[in-house]
């Protein structure tokens, strides 16, 4: 059962359409079923023409108004459509009256026994619905409260379903992301769109925020998508910027102005303030990032990442402080080497990553010319000073980019054993896992391209969200898990023979989905365990294979080794039609002998 609670300005208006047809003529036999009266005491009476005589209802429903005066609501008629749904079974009236009055008690307009409570009705005109209407005004001449009122009457229907045994619906735990409105849905249509642009906006933001590691690098991925972003600065402070809106060039207002969404518009977790926690440490309110960490990183990876974060630190730098300083605020462990013959001449420097594991109880240091030639110190310096608009392109290899989707796969095994581990013992702890989950699944799904993979990640969308906007702490698995996203955000699409890592990794994300449906159900979050089986779903059917492709496809415990992967020689069904696979070739080129081993 759903309620939704709507505001007016005059009652009279809404009191005749609900006795009238409607607009398809769906309204059928319109009455009374409760109210602050009796049925019989509030039914409009029948003229004698068969009209309905509005005039008593109007003037017993306004009169509270006129005692509030100047302190009544802007919009002071409250309104609330109650629905079952379609397979329920069809209640009588007297079951419409107590859900009515269950309703208007737990909201506390008018609770039992108090005489002086708001004035209102509940209309019925067909089988699966009523109508409650009241005016905010209490007859003792106070201004009833009405704050937080649509959690309210959400407790109250899933109370009512429990009570008359009807489908079960989600609680107001506010998981769920905005939905589009009826005429945006409608409009989306006109124009010949399959979503609606505020479905389409928040994919948008949900992949740039995945894959951001900055709160700049957040609005530039947005620009990448094509989206504007426009952003809102304090009025006490002109230069901090408090929040931010989006819109899709093509979808205009009336008076051709882009439409404007907010990130709270979109989803609870995508306001401004929200999304800097997953870039900021918890103890600043800086927009410096989230250190990435290295636990779960190969050499390989690891190597990779802090060459394309030096890159972008250079690009952006024309001196070496501003450089370094670039690096440490990007999360990076930095350290600076200096002249033996003059202690203060800054002469190199190494960097390396929070967390990585240590090599011979050595931390895995990265100086400027173990990452690229070009690096180095020296060479940076040379280049500030004869070019400094130049910039160096990306050059990660085939490899590099393997290694972060293999990277990414042994993060969700981790997390899955970690969710596993505190499902039961400490579930707020699993909860971080959860919540990245979903990171890791929509810059999976840009990076490949894959439409399957795109489908997982929007419908876990819901069960990715903590109950009531609680953000969770972070933990290793998290992490973990946004770390990966962040590295196949900078990897981008790769094809064969990386193409069996990255099935490799959706096995193991349908077993982390899997996990993850298990720990809500434990806690009997419905809605979210539901989310989740659809998006295992939805990761399944890209595994499925036509005839010749090895059966680990289908069934992630035959899965083989990374090794075993890059001499695979198989079809990629799950791959987007734009794409080709090509097999590596193990043996020797047609026509010429093998090779002999030297002596």
């Known amino acids: 059962m759903i309620g939704k609670v709507l505001r007016g300005v005059r009652v009279q208006g809404l009191v005749r359409y609900l006795y009238g047809p409607g607009d398809t003529g769906e309204h059928r036999d319109p009455h009374i079923v409760a109210g602050f009266w009796t049925p019989a005491e509030l039914e409009p009476a029948l003229l004698e023409d068969g009209r309905r005589d509005f005039r008593r209802l109007d003037g017993l429903l306004s009169q509270p108004l006129a005692l509030l005066g100047d302190r009544n609501y802007r919009k002071p008629v409250w309104h609330l459509p109650v629905r079952a749904a379609p397979e329920d079974p069809i209640l009588t009236d007297g079951q419409w009256a107590e859900i009515a009055r269950e309703i208007m008690a737990r909201t506390g307009l008018a609770a039992d026994g108090d005489d002086d409570a708001v004035r209102w009705i509940a209309v019925r005109h067909a089988d699966d619905h009523i109508h409650v209407v009241a005016t905010l005004a209490r007859t003792d001449g106070v201004r009833p409260e009405i704050w937080n009122d649509g959690y309210r009457v959400r407790d109250a229907c899933r109370a009512v379903e429990e009570r008359y045994g009807l489908r079960r619906t989600a609680p107001a735990d506010r998981t769920a992301a905005r939905r589009p409105k009826r005429g945006e849905n409608e409009k989306a249509h006109r124009y010949g769109r399959d979503e609606a642009p505020r479905t389409i906006l928040r994919r948008h933001v949900q992949t740039a925020a995945a894959g951001a590691r900055t709160e700049e690098g957040f609005f530039t991925g947005l620009k990448a998508e094509g989206a504007l972003v426009r952003r809102r600065y304090s009025s006490h402070d002109p230069s901090e910027v408090t929040g931010y809106a989006v819109a899709l060039a093509d979808d205009l207002n009336p008076a051709g102005e882009p439409v404007w969404f907010g990130g709270g518009n979109l989803a609870a977790d995508l306001t401004l303030p929200k999304l800097r926690r997953r870039w900021a440490p918890p103890s600043t309110h800086s927009s410096s990032s989230r250190p990435v960490s290295g636990r779960h990183l190969s050499g390989t990876s690891a190597r990779a990442y802090l060459r394309t974060v030096v890159r972008e630190a250079a690009d952006g730098s024309r001196t070496a402080d501003e450089f370094l300083g670039r690096l440490e605020a990007a999360g990076i462990l930095v350290r600076r080497r200096f002249s033996h013959i003059d202690p203060e001449q800054l002469t190199g420097y190494a960097v390396a990553l929070p967390d990585q594991p240590e090599s011979d ?49 042994r993060a969700a095994s981790f997390a899955t054993a970690q969710i596993r581990r505190h499902t039961v013992t400490d579930p707020h702890a699993a909860q971080d896992a959860c919540w990245a989950a979903s990171d890791l699944l929509h810059v999976a799904a840009k990076a490949t391209g894959n439409p399957h993979l795109r489908r997982a990640a929007d419908a876990y969308d819901r069960a990715a969200r903590a109950p009531y906007g609680r953000t969770p702490q972070p933990t290793p698995a998290g992490n973990g898990l ?93 791959a987007p039609a734009h794409t080709t696979s090509t097999a590596r070739t193990t043996g020797p080129k047609p026509g010429t002998a093998p090779r002999r081993k030297p002596g």
């Open 361 to 409: 109880h050595t931390a895995l240091w990265y100086g400027g010319g173990r990452l690229a030639p070009n690096l180095t110190l020296p060479r940076l310096h040379q280049r500030w000073n004869t070019d400094p608009s130049s910039t160096s392109e990306a050059d990660l290899t085939s490899e590099e980019r393997q290694a972060f989707y293999d990277d990414a796969a």
């Open 482 to 574: 946004r770390t990966s996203a962040r590295l196949l955000a900078i990897a981008g699409r790769i094809t064969t023979p990386a193409t069996a890592a990255t099935m490799v990794l959706v096995t193991t994300l349908i077993t982390l989905l899997e996990t993850i449906a298990q720990h809500h159900a434990t806690h009997q979050r419905q809605p979210q365990q539901a989310a989740t089986r659809t998006a295992a779903r939805h990761l399944s059917d890209l595994t499925q294979a036509p005839a010749g492709t090895p059966t680990w496809l289908s069934n992630p415990a035959q899965a083989p080794s990374p090794m075993q992967l890059a001499m695979a020689d198989f079809p990629a069904p799950w």
